[in-house]
């Protein structure tokens, strides 16, 4: 079975960088018809997807995020990385890293959803 675990530093001072990491088990993150996502919910909000890295080491961000986020693997570790830069108050959040099912069957996209989700980290901006 899959499991992913996020570590990172919890407390971070406006304008800096977070940087968070996703240590996969169970599973290969250069493995077929899978990406390696991560999603923020801020405390009362919703979840924000964030990004994502692909199994070929392609990168997707929201692009209300993308001016600052940086998603990179480390293929020998099992892991991926999350950077968020010049970061506000408003980017406190717990961070989870997740696993989305992806194929492509003929010319179609089929979307399946995340099946695995890591625990989440709270991160906090604060000065």
């Known amino acids: 079975q899959v499991q992913l675990q996020e570590s990172g530093p919890g407390l971070v001072k406006p304008s800096q960088t977070v940087s968070l990491t996703c240590t996969v088990s169970?599973?290969?993150?250069?493995?077929?018809?899978?990406?390696w996502s991560w999603i923020r919910q801020p405390p009362g909000k919703g979840l924000e997807w964030m990004g994502a890295?692909?199994?070929?080491?392609?990168?997707y961000y929201s692009p209300s995020l993308a001016s600052r986020t940086s998603i990179s693997r480390d293929t020998s570790k099992n892991q991926f990385t999350l950077q968020l830069s010049s970061v506000t108050p408003e980017d406190t959040a717990v961070y989870s890293c997740?696993?989305?099912?992806?194929?492509?069957?003929?010319?179609?996209?089929?979307?399946?959803?995340?099946?695995?989700w890591g625990k989440g980290t709270l991160v906090t901006v604060s000065s």
């Open positions: 997740a696993r989305e099912h992806r194929r492509v069957d003929g010319f179609q996209s089929h979307y399946y959803g995340i099946d695995y």
């Open positions: 890295i692909g199994n070929s080491g392609s990168t």
């Open positions: 169970g599973g290969s993150i250069t493995a077929n018809y899978y990406s």
